[in-house]
Protein backbone atom coordinates (compact mmCIF):
# COMPACT_ATOMS: atom_id res chain seq x y z
CA UNK A 1 0.00 0.00 0.00
CA UNK A 2 2.78 2.48 0.96
CA UNK A 3 4.47 1.43 -2.46
CA UNK A 4 1.55 2.10 -4.39
CA UNK A 5 0.94 5.53 -2.45
CA UNK A 6 4.76 6.31 -3.33
CA UNK A 7 4.20 5.57 -7.01
CA UNK A 8 0.80 7.64 -7.70
CA UNK A 9 2.77 11.02 -5.59
CA UNK A 10 5.82 10.21 -8.40
CA UNK A 11 3.51 9.72 -10.83
CA UNK A 12 1.37 12.89 -9.97
CA UNK A 13 5.36 15.06 -9.95
CA UNK A 14 6.08 13.41 -13.29
CA UNK A 15 2.93 14.67 -15.09
CA UNK A 16 3.41 18.23 -13.03
CA UNK A 17 6.86 17.92 -14.19
CA UNK A 18 6.72 17.93 -17.81
CA UNK A 19 3.57 19.67 -18.08
CA UNK A 20 6.00 22.90 -16.28
CA UNK A 21 8.68 21.72 -18.82
CA UNK A 22 6.13 21.76 -22.01
CA UNK A 23 4.86 25.08 -20.53
CA UNK A 24 8.14 26.74 -20.80
CA UNK A 25 8.93 25.39 -23.98
CA UNK A 26 5.48 27.18 -25.59
CA UNK A 27 6.01 30.24 -23.84
CA UNK A 28 9.88 30.02 -25.21
CA UNK A 29 9.30 29.04 -28.58
CA UNK A 30 9.71 31.51 -31.69
CA UNK A 31 6.88 32.70 -33.70
CA UNK A 32 6.86 33.31 -37.39
CA UNK A 33 4.64 35.69 -38.88
CA UNK A 34 4.30 35.09 -42.61
CA UNK A 35 2.92 38.41 -44.26
CA UNK A 36 2.55 38.42 -47.91
CA UNK A 37 1.82 41.46 -50.14
CA UNK A 38 1.16 42.56 -53.91
CA UNK A 39 2.90 45.70 -55.52
CA UNK A 40 2.69 48.53 -53.43
CA UNK A 41 4.39 52.24 -53.37
CA UNK A 42 7.51 52.61 -51.61
CA UNK A 43 6.18 54.33 -48.40
CA UNK A 44 3.73 51.48 -48.04
CA UNK A 45 6.63 48.62 -48.11
CA UNK A 46 8.56 50.71 -45.57
CA UNK A 47 5.68 50.74 -43.48
CA UNK A 48 5.19 47.06 -43.62
CA UNK A 49 8.78 46.41 -42.61
CA UNK A 50 8.70 48.87 -40.16
CA UNK A 51 5.99 47.07 -38.43
CA UNK A 52 8.26 43.74 -38.53
CA UNK A 53 10.58 45.64 -36.84
CA UNK A 54 8.37 47.03 -34.07
CA UNK A 55 6.94 43.34 -33.47
CA UNK A 56 10.52 42.15 -32.71
CA UNK A 57 11.83 44.58 -31.16
CA UNK A 58 8.75 44.69 -28.98
CA UNK A 59 8.55 40.95 -28.01
CA UNK A 60 12.08 40.45 -27.89
CA UNK A 61 12.54 38.97 -30.67
CA UNK A 62 9.56 36.26 -29.39
CA UNK A 63 7.70 37.13 -32.64
CA UNK A 64 9.13 37.79 -35.53
CA UNK A 65 7.66 38.90 -39.12
CA UNK A 66 8.62 36.99 -42.48
CA UNK A 67 7.83 38.64 -46.04
CA UNK A 68 7.03 36.71 -49.02
CA UNK A 69 6.56 40.41 -51.34
CA UNK A 70 5.54 42.00 -54.86
CA UNK A 71 2.63 39.45 -55.48
CA UNK A 72 5.03 35.84 -54.80
CA UNK A 73 1.84 34.48 -53.35
CA UNK A 74 -0.63 36.19 -55.97
CA UNK A 75 -2.79 39.08 -56.25
CA UNK A 76 -4.81 40.92 -53.62
CA UNK A 77 -7.58 38.71 -53.78
CA UNK A 78 -5.40 35.41 -53.47
CA UNK A 79 -3.95 37.13 -50.53
CA UNK A 80 -7.37 37.59 -48.48
CA UNK A 81 -8.79 34.00 -49.33
CA UNK A 82 -4.64 32.93 -48.08
CA UNK A 83 -5.11 34.73 -44.63
CA UNK A 84 -9.08 33.46 -44.29
CA UNK A 85 -7.29 29.79 -44.37
CA UNK A 86 -4.37 30.66 -42.46
CA UNK A 87 -1.83 29.78 -45.47
CA UNK A 88 -0.45 32.89 -44.22
CA UNK A 89 -1.08 35.19 -41.31
CA UNK A 90 -1.14 38.69 -42.26
CA UNK A 91 -1.48 40.90 -45.43
CA UNK A 92 -2.16 44.45 -46.81
CA UNK A 93 -4.47 44.76 -49.38
CA UNK A 94 -6.82 47.65 -50.97
CA UNK A 95 -9.71 48.32 -48.99
CA UNK A 96 -12.20 47.53 -52.19
CA UNK A 97 -10.66 44.52 -52.63
CA UNK A 98 -12.56 43.72 -49.19
CA UNK A 99 -15.99 44.83 -50.80
CA UNK A 100 -16.87 41.16 -52.05
CA UNK A 101 -15.92 39.64 -48.15
CA UNK A 102 -17.59 42.37 -46.36
CA UNK A 103 -19.99 45.18 -48.00
CA UNK A 104 -18.86 47.92 -45.26
CA UNK A 105 -15.45 47.97 -47.24
CA UNK A 106 -17.77 49.02 -49.66
CA UNK A 107 -18.33 52.53 -48.19
CA UNK A 108 -14.72 53.27 -48.70
CA UNK A 109 -15.56 53.48 -52.27
CA UNK A 110 -18.33 56.56 -52.39
CA UNK A 111 -16.95 59.24 -54.50
CA UNK A 112 -16.12 62.26 -52.36
CA UNK A 113 -17.25 60.25 -49.18
CA UNK A 114 -14.54 62.39 -47.19
CA UNK A 115 -13.65 66.49 -47.16
CA UNK A 116 -9.94 66.11 -47.45
CA UNK A 117 -7.08 64.13 -45.60
CA UNK A 118 -7.83 65.50 -42.44
CA UNK A 119 -11.34 64.02 -42.21
CA UNK A 120 -10.29 60.75 -43.88
CA UNK A 121 -7.98 60.92 -40.66
CA UNK A 122 -10.41 61.14 -38.67
CA UNK A 123 -12.76 58.69 -39.50
CA UNK A 124 -9.87 56.22 -39.79
CA UNK A 125 -8.89 56.57 -36.62
CA UNK A 126 -12.10 56.30 -34.75
CA UNK A 127 -12.60 52.79 -33.39
CA UNK A 128 -16.24 53.55 -32.87
CA UNK A 129 -16.56 53.59 -36.67
CA UNK A 130 -13.53 51.16 -37.53
CA UNK A 131 -13.89 48.73 -34.49
CA UNK A 132 -17.19 47.23 -36.59
CA UNK A 133 -15.87 47.43 -39.87
CA UNK A 134 -12.76 45.27 -39.18
CA UNK A 135 -14.07 42.97 -37.24
CA UNK A 136 -17.04 42.42 -39.76
CA UNK A 137 -14.75 39.31 -41.37
CA UNK A 138 -14.43 37.72 -38.61
CA UNK A 139 -16.60 34.64 -39.22
CA UNK A 140 -15.09 34.38 -42.52
CA UNK A 141 -11.46 33.59 -40.49
CA UNK A 142 -9.99 37.36 -40.94
CA UNK A 143 -9.99 40.40 -38.95
CA UNK A 144 -8.61 44.14 -39.43
CA UNK A 145 -5.36 45.15 -37.80
CA UNK A 146 -4.99 48.57 -38.80
CA UNK A 147 -4.87 50.86 -42.05
CA UNK A 148 -2.63 52.85 -44.16
CA UNK A 149 -2.99 55.91 -46.34
CA UNK A 150 -3.04 54.93 -50.16
CA UNK A 151 -3.60 58.95 -51.02
CA UNK A 152 -6.39 60.33 -53.19
CA UNK A 153 -7.70 58.85 -56.36
CA UNK A 154 -7.76 61.42 -59.57
CA UNK A 155 -8.07 60.67 -63.12
CA UNK A 156 -5.17 60.99 -65.64
CA UNK A 157 -5.36 60.40 -69.39
CA UNK A 158 -3.63 59.67 -72.65
CA UNK A 159 -5.30 63.24 -74.28
CA UNK A 160 -5.35 65.99 -72.35
CA UNK A 161 -6.50 67.35 -68.55
CA UNK A 162 -9.54 66.01 -66.81
CA UNK A 163 -11.00 70.42 -65.79
CA UNK A 164 -15.26 69.29 -65.89
CA UNK A 165 -16.93 65.85 -65.92
CA UNK A 166 -17.61 66.61 -69.74
CA UNK A 167 -14.46 65.40 -70.11
CA UNK A 168 -15.15 62.16 -69.07
CA UNK A 169 -17.88 61.73 -71.23
CA UNK A 170 -17.40 58.69 -73.74
CA UNK A 171 -13.73 57.93 -72.36
CA UNK A 172 -12.95 54.29 -71.33
CA UNK A 173 -11.72 54.42 -68.24
CA UNK A 174 -9.75 51.44 -65.78
CA UNK A 175 -11.08 51.34 -62.59
CA UNK A 176 -10.69 48.25 -59.87
CA UNK A 177 -13.20 45.77 -59.57
CA UNK A 178 -15.52 47.44 -57.72
CA UNK A 179 -19.15 48.02 -58.39
CA UNK A 180 -19.01 51.33 -56.89
CA UNK A 181 -16.07 52.64 -59.11
CA UNK A 182 -17.81 51.44 -62.18
CA UNK A 183 -20.84 53.06 -61.60
CA UNK A 184 -18.89 56.37 -60.87
CA UNK A 185 -17.78 56.34 -64.30
CA UNK A 186 -21.04 55.80 -65.68
CA UNK A 187 -22.47 58.50 -64.11
CA UNK A 188 -19.73 61.01 -65.35
CA UNK A 189 -20.53 59.45 -68.80
CA UNK A 190 -17.93 57.19 -69.37
CA UNK A 191 -16.84 53.29 -69.97
CA UNK A 192 -15.72 51.62 -66.65
CA UNK A 193 -12.80 48.63 -67.74
CA UNK A 194 -12.32 46.88 -64.49
CA UNK A 195 -8.26 45.63 -64.90
CA UNK A 196 -5.82 44.43 -62.80
CA UNK A 197 -3.34 46.74 -62.57
CA UNK A 198 -0.45 44.63 -64.16
CA UNK A 199 -2.72 45.41 -67.11
CA UNK A 200 -2.70 49.07 -67.18
CA UNK A 201 0.58 50.00 -69.01
CA UNK A 202 -0.31 47.99 -72.17
CA UNK A 203 -3.93 48.86 -72.17
CA UNK A 204 -3.12 52.54 -72.12
CA UNK A 205 -0.21 52.00 -74.91
CA UNK A 206 -2.84 50.06 -77.62
CA UNK A 207 -5.68 52.68 -76.95
CA UNK A 208 -7.56 50.10 -75.01
CA UNK A 209 -8.43 52.79 -72.60
CA UNK A 210 -8.29 56.05 -72.61
CA UNK A 211 -7.51 56.97 -68.84
CA UNK A 212 -7.14 55.19 -65.51
CA UNK A 213 -7.68 56.46 -61.52
CA UNK A 214 -4.81 56.16 -58.82
CA UNK A 215 -2.53 57.96 -56.91
CA UNK A 216 0.37 59.50 -58.44
CA UNK A 217 2.32 56.81 -57.48
CA UNK A 218 0.64 55.01 -60.73
CA UNK A 219 2.66 57.63 -63.04
CA UNK A 220 6.23 56.55 -62.01
CA UNK A 221 6.12 53.59 -59.76
CA UNK A 222 4.26 51.84 -62.45
CA UNK A 223 5.64 53.49 -65.34
CA UNK A 224 1.56 55.11 -66.45
CA UNK A 225 3.11 58.87 -66.90
CA UNK A 226 4.75 57.40 -69.55
CA UNK A 227 1.99 56.70 -71.75
CA UNK A 228 -0.94 59.30 -69.80
CA UNK A 229 0.79 62.76 -69.45
CA UNK A 230 -2.13 64.43 -68.17
CA UNK A 231 -2.97 64.18 -64.09
CA UNK A 232 -6.42 65.94 -62.71
CA UNK A 233 -6.91 66.43 -59.04
CA UNK A 234 -10.35 65.67 -59.53
CA UNK A 235 -9.55 63.50 -56.07
CA UNK A 236 -12.94 61.70 -55.85
CA UNK A 237 -11.69 58.81 -53.24
CA UNK A 238 -9.83 58.20 -50.97
CA UNK A 239 -9.72 54.34 -50.45
CA UNK A 240 -7.19 53.11 -47.32
CA UNK A 241 -5.16 50.08 -47.79
CA UNK A 242 -6.14 47.27 -44.79
CA UNK A 243 -4.18 45.05 -42.60
CA UNK A 244 -5.57 41.95 -41.79
CA UNK A 245 -4.25 39.18 -39.71
CA UNK A 246 -6.15 35.85 -39.56
CA UNK A 247 -8.02 35.45 -36.36
CA UNK A 248 -6.70 32.07 -35.22
CA UNK A 249 -3.26 33.53 -35.60
CA UNK A 250 -4.22 36.55 -33.48
CA UNK A 251 -5.91 34.37 -30.58
CA UNK A 252 -3.12 31.90 -30.80
CA UNK A 253 -0.73 35.13 -29.39
CA UNK A 254 -0.22 35.38 -25.85
CA UNK A 255 -1.66 38.25 -24.45
CA UNK A 256 1.34 40.26 -24.65
CA UNK A 257 2.46 38.85 -27.87
CA UNK A 258 -1.19 40.16 -29.28
CA UNK A 259 -0.65 43.87 -27.65
CA UNK A 260 2.53 43.92 -29.14
CA UNK A 261 1.23 43.04 -32.63
CA UNK A 262 -1.65 45.51 -32.13
CA UNK A 263 1.05 48.27 -30.72
CA UNK A 264 3.24 47.79 -33.85
CA UNK A 265 0.68 48.16 -36.13
CA UNK A 266 -0.79 51.61 -35.28
CA UNK A 267 2.72 52.71 -34.42
CA UNK A 268 3.75 51.61 -37.89
CA UNK A 269 0.31 53.65 -39.52
CA UNK A 270 1.89 57.17 -38.03
CA UNK A 271 5.44 55.95 -39.47
CA UNK A 272 3.58 55.29 -42.57
CA UNK A 273 1.84 58.69 -42.96
CA UNK A 274 5.51 60.75 -42.35
CA UNK A 275 7.00 58.91 -45.69
CA UNK A 276 3.81 58.49 -47.69
CA UNK A 277 3.61 62.56 -48.07
CA UNK A 278 7.40 63.22 -48.27
CA UNK A 279 7.51 60.24 -50.99
CA UNK A 280 3.97 61.53 -52.95
CA UNK A 281 6.31 65.09 -53.84
CA UNK A 282 9.20 63.10 -55.00
CA UNK A 283 7.22 60.95 -57.20
CA UNK A 284 5.37 64.13 -58.92
CA UNK A 285 8.52 65.55 -59.08
CA UNK A 286 10.33 62.58 -60.68
CA UNK A 287 6.99 62.44 -63.18
CA UNK A 288 7.27 65.97 -64.40
CA UNK A 289 11.20 66.00 -64.92
CA UNK A 290 11.10 62.19 -66.39
CA UNK A 291 7.33 61.83 -68.55
CA UNK A 292 6.22 65.90 -68.60
CA UNK A 293 3.42 64.61 -67.56
CA UNK A 294 0.99 67.49 -66.75
CA UNK A 295 -1.11 68.35 -63.48
CA UNK A 296 -3.69 70.35 -62.98
CA UNK A 297 -6.71 71.40 -59.82
CA UNK A 298 -10.27 70.55 -60.53
CA UNK A 299 -13.34 72.03 -59.08
CA UNK A 300 -15.07 69.13 -57.67
CA UNK A 301 -18.63 70.62 -57.36
CA UNK A 302 -19.84 69.91 -60.79
CA UNK A 303 -18.49 65.84 -60.31
CA UNK A 304 -19.68 66.07 -56.62
CA UNK A 305 -22.97 66.82 -57.89
CA UNK A 306 -22.75 63.91 -60.76
CA UNK A 307 -22.85 61.19 -58.30
CA UNK A 308 -25.05 62.19 -55.95
CA UNK A 309 -26.79 59.16 -56.96
CA UNK A 310 -24.37 56.86 -55.10
CA UNK A 311 -24.48 58.65 -52.29
CA UNK A 312 -28.45 58.36 -51.98
CA UNK A 313 -27.86 54.87 -52.51
CA UNK A 314 -25.93 54.48 -49.39
CA UNK A 315 -28.36 56.48 -47.11
CA UNK A 316 -31.03 54.67 -47.63
CA UNK A 317 -29.28 51.29 -47.35
CA UNK A 318 -30.59 49.48 -44.16
CA UNK A 319 -27.08 48.08 -42.91
CA UNK A 320 -24.49 50.95 -44.63
CA UNK A 321 -26.76 54.35 -43.77
CA UNK A 322 -25.53 54.55 -40.10
CA UNK A 323 -22.27 53.89 -41.20
CA UNK A 324 -22.27 56.29 -43.57
CA UNK A 325 -23.77 59.18 -41.20
CA UNK A 326 -21.56 58.37 -38.72
CA UNK A 327 -18.32 59.02 -41.20
CA UNK A 328 -20.52 62.40 -42.69
CA UNK A 329 -20.75 63.50 -38.67
CA UNK A 330 -16.96 63.07 -38.30
CA UNK A 331 -16.17 66.05 -41.03
CA UNK A 332 -18.28 68.49 -39.16
CA UNK A 333 -17.35 67.48 -35.65
CA UNK A 334 -13.51 67.90 -35.57
CA UNK A 335 -11.24 65.87 -32.96
CA UNK A 336 -14.15 63.47 -32.25
Not at 4 to 18: A, K, N
Not at 216 to 241: I, K, M, Q, W
Request: net charge negative; hydrophobic share 35%.
Amino acid sequence: MKRIMLWFLFSIFLILFVNGCNQQTHADERVVLRFAYASNAQPVKDAMAKFGELVEDKTNGQVSVEYFPDGQLGGERELIELTQTGAIDITKVGGSALESFSNKYSIFGIPYLFDDIDHFTRVMENEEIMQPIYQSTKDLGFVGLTYYNSGQRSFYLTDGPVETPEDIEGKKIRVMESETAIQMIELLGGTAVPLGSGEVYTSLQQGIIDGAENNEFALVTAGHGDVASYYSYDEHTRVPDIVIINDNTLNQLSEEQRQAVQEAAKESTEYEKQVWAEAVEAEKTEAMEKYNVKFNEVDKAPFLEKVQPIHEKFKENKELSDLYHKIQHASNNEGE
